[in-house]
């Protein structure tokens, strides 16, 4: 057998599908699982999709002297030591100059830790984050590979075949940049993945409670969304998921799934390094602590039979198609400030770092391939084409004018969802964020005011430079005593 352009451990669905992607596309590919029906599965299934060139190795010595030097093999196995167990299997039998791609989702400082780890042995490493779940595994992904720039030089003809491929965008991949910046960047697109499912599922909830809207309805509503400046695969498969019925019982299957939210951990990763970095992102943060009020079923149930009663402030009818219109509008405002946060988050760390991102670049490939892809993305690209140096997506001139055109509908909806006691964390806090950044003077004087008076932080004053100290609780005694 000749030797194989690229090797491919882990055989997991996801590791199998990018495994098919690559021989696809006409690079002969060596895979190898500890588990070896794994192998024997990828290959049979490697032959049912067109003769593809798979070929499968049951011990890693033989997986590794199959693929042509310099060797490439890209790891796809569960994060954290079980990645870290793949490495000492396969080093064992790579030789200097070869490379080890992880392609799963890391925590960032692993990948920055290995690549260093490997460079002493004098191995190349990259962490390359395939995004997209299965199906983007299988026929395009959305590739975010960061480290070793020579590593990704041997994967870029690769790579560049295998991403997602978008009309007059390109393959989604990019080099992203040095160390865990394409893993850091995957976790913001996760973070920011977080907000967009909880503000659909908000606009769902304010559809449904508030304007009675039938799950026929709310598929017809969330087709039609996805016609215009709303289109992407969440808008997409929310619609989809409001026309299947259940199979084992009456009306539809959505209102059979048990309201409880599972999560991997890069939403919490994401908020930890917003917090970190000092960096507002309260869309994010909504969207997390909604999934964990989510998990608390039993006590909401408990609670809902103590709070009972009529939320309604007015009991005057509501305007479906006002109501819709007014949504679409809040959804999409809320959108822009939730990657507005994502994006500050990544210049953050970029700076932090040095790693020099270009967040319009970023944007591009997230048009296909991925969970958050979306129309929408190629505003973003454009706003940081215009103007690399961008403060915030709120301040673009096109977003600025979407947000103040929406901005009546966004209050509308919000208010309207707070009187009838539904809640809109994700909207809200959005509608928060803006009225907060939009503001020249915030009540912030106040708290560091308190901050002096009881712990001498000091504060600075809006008429003279300078650092001052007031004796707040002599002065004020002295007032009363008077």
């Not at 919490?268 to 969207?287: D, F, G, H, M, R």
């Amino acid at each position: 057998m000749a030797l194989t352009r690229i090797g491919l451990a882990g055989l997991a669905v996801m590791g199998q599908n990018l495994a098919l992607n690559i021989a696809e596309k006409g690079f002969p590919i060596s895979v190898y699982n500890r588990t070896t029906s794994k192998v024997d599965e990828t290959v049979q299934r490697a032959k049912a999709e067109g003769n593809l060139p798979v070929y499968g190795f049951h011990d890693p010595a033989s997986f590794v002297k199959s693929i042509q030097k310099p060797r490439v093999v890209i790891m796809l196995v569960k994060a954290g030591a079980p990645v870290d167990q793949t490495i000492a299997t396969l080093a064992a039998h790579l030789e200097q100059g070869d490379c080890i791609i992880d392609g799963g989702n890391e925590w960032y400082e692993n990948t920055e830790r290995r690549e260093k780890a490997m460079e002493e042995r004098g191995l190349l490493y990259l962490g390359m984050v395939v995004s997209g779940g299965e199906e983007g595994a299988r026929n395009g992904p959305s590739l975010m590979p960061g480290g070793s720039f020579e590593a990704y030089k041997y994967v870029k003809d690769i790579v560049l075949k295998v991403a997602a491929q978008v009309p007059d965008s390109g393959p989604c991949v990019t080099y992203i940049g040095k160390g865990g910046s394409g893993n850091f960047v995957k976790m913001v697109h996760n973070g920011i993945e977080y907000g967009d499912m909880q503000l659909i599922s908000e606009a769902y909830d304010v559809l449904k409670f508030v304007g009675k809207l039938t799950n026929s309805e709310l598929h017809q509503v969330f087709s039609e969304w996805n016609k215009g400046e709303l289109l992407s695969f969440l808008i997409e498969i929310t619609a989809d998921i409001f026309g299947i019925k259940d199979e084992h019982g009456d009306g539809y299957l959505v209102d059979k799934v048990l309201d409880k939210t599972g999560m991997k951990g890069t939403g919490k990763w994401t908020v930890q390094q917003a917090a970190e970095l000092s960096v507002a992102a309260p869309t994010i943060e909504a969207s997390l602590d909604s999934r964990f009020l989510s998990g608390l079923k039993d006590e909401r149930v408990e609670a809902s039979k103590i709070f009972q009663g009529d939320y309604y402030s007015t009991g005057s009818p509501v305007d479906k198609a006002q109501l819709v219109e007014d949504v679409r509008q809040a959804l999409y405002a809320s959108k822009i400030c939730s990657y507005a946060q994502g994006m500050n988050i990544i210049k953050a760390k970029s700076a932090e770092k040095g790693w020099g991102l270009n967040l319009g670049e970023l944007a591009r490939i997230w048009k296909g391939g991925c969970i958050i892809r979306a129309i929408f993305l190629d505003r973003i690209k454009k706003a940081y084409d215009r103007n690399p140096g961008l403060a915030s997506l709120l301040v673009d001139p096109e977003f600025a004018q979407e947000i103040m055109d929406r901005q009546a509908a966004w209050r509308r909806v919000v208010c309207l969802a707070i009187n009838n006691g539904v809640s809109t964390p994700g909207m809200s806090a959005s509608l928060a964020y803006f009225d907060s950044y939009r503001r020249d003077r915030l009540p912030a004087n106040l708290v560091q005011a308190q901050r002096d008076y009881f712990g001498a932080h000091t504060y600075e004053r809006v008429d003279m430079p300078g650092s001052f100290h007031t004796e707040w609780f002599k002065i004020a005694r002295n007032i009363s005593n008077n």
